[in-house]
């Protein structure tokens, strides 16, 4: 298959929006797919995923008419905090991004969110542009990971950050996984109030026994 980012596609038509995030022609299946990335806020959230799947119409028919294949529009949208809309699904699934990988992508999702209000506050400036392309760039790279089946890797400074993390905090419930846009945690027993149990029964033994 034939991978292009950001890049502008010739036509014999002048179309404006010609320059689509992720463009693939796979000559295989004998498709093209094209794929915008956005990262937004809550209240625009379902208007500019409408506004991805709209955007290359135009485009689509063009290419469809040049390699004369079947072309399709797949808009990947979610807000900073990783809220996704309830067409979501449907997008992963033409896609065909595992669970693991759309949980990875909206996990670097909010540490961006996060890094970027820490900077904001540390310097007392509004950069929300510069982090939306951030995090689409960010997003970008997974995706393309995943069209190509390849399991994310993260950077030398992540895996470092992550060693050391794990040297000096120990959790003590498992770590939360992403479903759907939302953050769940599985139930676990809580060790500390099973010592403090044992503690209590040894207590009671060793009053039975002076009595």
Known sequence: AEIRVDTRIKTDVKIRNNR??????????????LIEVGITSQDSLQIVET????KYDLLANELGLIYKCS????????????????YHKSHLKRLEIPMNVEAYIQSIVLKKTVETI????????????NAEESWKRASMGFIMRAENHEEPIPS????????????????????????????????????????????????????????
């Open 20 to 33: 689509p995030d992720i463009f693939i022609l796979d000559k295989k299946k004998n498709k093209i797919t």
């Open 51 to 54: 506004e991805k799947l709209r």
């Open 71 to 86: 072309v399709e529009i797949i808009p990947y949208v979610m807000t900073w905090d990783g809220i996704v809309t309830k």
């Open 118 to 129: 820490s900077f904001d506050r540390r310097r007392g400036l509004e950069s929300r542009l």
């Open 156 to 211: 030398l400074k992540e895996e470092k950050r992550e060693e050391d993390g794990a040297k000096n905090f120990k959790p003590k419930n498992k770590a939360p996984f992403i479903q759907g846009g939302t953050t769940l945690e599985e139930p676990t027993n809580n060790i500390n109030k099973e010592s403090d149990l044992e503690e209590e029964t040894k207590v009671v033994k060793e009053v039975e026994e002076d009595i």
